[in-house]
């Protein structure tokens, strides 16, 4: 393995959920770590993690090269770990449990459970699906006149004005016309909050802090810190009391961050301990050099398909979610199925390269799929 690799941050997680494969497959394991090995070389990734949980036991687990590019010691599936801007992957996680649930559908429109919000505004994007929502293809626009003013709000209201906002935004088309960054999202969540007459941060209670056993979420850094998850702040749920505080730019946790590197999640506990339906981990390490979403959009040829937040279905009915750290590319895949979710975070070197992704995932769930 090339010493190089410790030049750019890295990381991969895979879940399995409900899985068919029984705990302890020998056999397993070496599938997994012969897949592993093959993606972590083809990446050039210097540290890869896979973890895939059934009924809140570990069935593999995998770790590959370095946890810190600065110090190059080994990375093992016991690491305390921080990743990048997951606004999106968590709304992502939190909407596909709830599809899994039968709580909602894909297919569901927008105007279905919100047409409240939206009767008097004639908007064309109005009737958007969750799934058109989630994949960039809602007819939305990523510039919403007023949007920064949604501030010292009660997160629900909050989240239901920007909606309204972006709705009626300059540029809105009808849905599935184009593909546009967008805040998708935030209505995704309106959605999931009418559902279930929760709200947001109850879900992330219920759904994250309680089921995976996580004492406390942080999402949020100081876009001029240097070191990677050491001083964690903007979008922030107490894990007891799961009170919403907000610092900084966007005070909505279904609202991406405008700047790609000014948000990180810090997990507590080690991924070995973590007892229950999905863990999420990833390599880090040393500093990074930051990059905001702008110069990111004038970089990356193919943005905004593989841009933060992405996310879309593709033949093998898997869902991606498009995240960032700190200029890394970051990805978390999730298969729809009955019986298994199987999620995926992965850090590369550079956004224009990184998006290989499907190949790992397809073959990764194939081992959780099989009857």
Aim: negative net charge.
């Amino acid at each position: 393995m090339s010493i190089s690799r410790r030049d750019f941050m890295a990381g991969c997680l895979g879940a399995g959920l409900f899985s068919a494969v029984a705990l302890g497959d020998e056999s397993l394991d070496a599938k997994v770590k012969a897949l592993g090995e093959k993606y972590f070389d083809l990446y050039g990734a210097p540290g890869l993690l896979v973890l895939a949980v059934k009924d809140g036991k570990p069935v593999t687990t995998l770790a590959l090269g370095f946890r810190d590019i600065v110090q190059p010691n080994d990375i093992t599936i016991k690491d305390r770990i921080a990743v990048g801007s997951l606004s999106k992957p968590i709304c992502g996680y939190i909407v596909s449990r709830l599809v899994q649930d039968k709580v909602l559908t894909w297919e569901t429109p927008f105007s279905k459970l919100a047409g409240d919000l939206c009767k008097d505004l004639h908007s064309p994007a109005a009737d958007a699906t969750l799934g058109q929502l989630m994949s960039h293809t809602a007819g939305l626009t990523y510039n919403v006149p007023g949007q920064d003013q949604v501030k010292g709000v009660v997160p629900t209201e909050g989240r239901e004005y920007l909606a309204r906002l972006e709705l009626s935004a300059p540029g809105v088309t009808a849905p599935g016309q184009r593909l546009e960054y967008a805040g998708g999202a935030n209505l995704a969540v309106v959605m999931a909050e009418r559902a279930t007459e929760k709200s947001y941060e109850e879900l992330i209670a219920q759904y994250i802090n309680e089921e995976l056993k996580l004492p406390s979420i942080q999402m949020g850094m100081d876009i001029l810190d240097k070191n990677v998850g050491s001083t964690p702040r903007g979008h922030y749920i107490d894990g007891k009391t799961h009170e919403f505080l907000t610092y900084g730019r966007y005070t909505l946790w279904g609202r991406s961050m405008r700047y790609m590197c000014d948000a990180t999640l810090a997990i507590t506990g080690a991924a070995n301990e973590i007892a229950s339906l999905l863990a999420i981990a990833a390599g880090f390490g040393g500093p990074s050099a930051s990059a905001t979403f702008e110069s990111a959009r004038n970089t990356n040829k193919d943005f905004p398909k593989y841009t933060l937040g992405s996310w879309a279905k593709n033949d093998k009915g898997l869902y991606h979610f498009g995240s960032s750290n700190l200029g890394d590319w970051s990805s978390v895949y999730a298969l729809d199925s009955s019986k298994t979710t199987v999620f995926v975070y992965m850090n590369c070197n550079t956004m224009d390269n990184s998006f290989k992704g499907d190949a790992f995932v397809n073959e990764l769930n194939a081992l959780f799929t099989k009857d």
